[in-house]
Nanobody, 124 residues
Framework: QVQLVESGGGSVQTGGSLRLSCAAS????????MGWFRQAPGKEREGVAR????????FYVDSVKGRFTISQDNAKTTVILQMNSLKPEDTAMYYC?????????????????WGQGTQVTVSS
C-alpha cells in the first residue's frame, strides 16, 4: 500500500513562495506518476501539476504555469512542488497523489493513492 505524506504548507503573503514535499513509501513498484492537486473552500478539487517518475516529464495546468515547478529527488521517493509568485487564489488544501497509467490531472479517478493534504494560505 502506497503511503503519501505531505509537508511544507503554511501562510504567506501575495508574491511569496512555499515549497511542498510529498514522501512516498510502502510501494513494491514505484508509481509511474505523481502529482499535486488542490481544493479551495467551496470548490472542487483540481489537478495542478504532474510528473512522470521514470522520465521526469512534467505537466502543469495553465493557472500555475511559470509559477509552480514540480520535481523529484534523486532517489525518486519525494516529489517537490515549488510555488512562487503566490496569489490569494492559490489558497487551498494541497494533496499529493500517485498512480500508474493513465494519470490525467483532469481525471481524479485515474489516481489511486492520496495524501492527507497540507494547507496553503495566501493573504493579500
Amino acid at each position: 500500500q502506497v503511503q503519501l505524506v505531505e509537508s511544507g504548507g503554511g501562510s504567506v503573503q501575495t508574491g511569496g513562495s512555499l515549497r511542498l514535499s510529498c514522501a512516498a513509501s510502502g510501494y513494491t513498484s514505484r508509481p509511474n506518476c505523481m502529482g499535486w492537486f488542490r481544493q479551495a473552500p467551496g470548490k472542487e478539487r483540481e489537478g495542478v501539476a504532474r510528473i512522470l517518475t521514470n522520465s521526469g516529464a512534467t505537466f502543469y495546468v495553465d493557472s500555475v504555469k511559470g509559477r509552480f515547478t514540480i520535481s523529484q529527488d534523486n532517489a525518486k521517493t519525494t516529489v517537490i512542488l515549488q510555488m512562487n509568485s503566490l496569489k490569494p487564489e492559490d489558497t487551498a488544501m494541497y494533496y499529493c497523489a500517485a498512480t500508474s497509467f493513465p494519470c490525467r490531472l483532469s481525471v481524479q479517478s485515474d489516481w489511486n493513492y492520496w495524501g492527507q493534504g497540507t494547507q496553503v494560505t495566501v493573504s493579500s
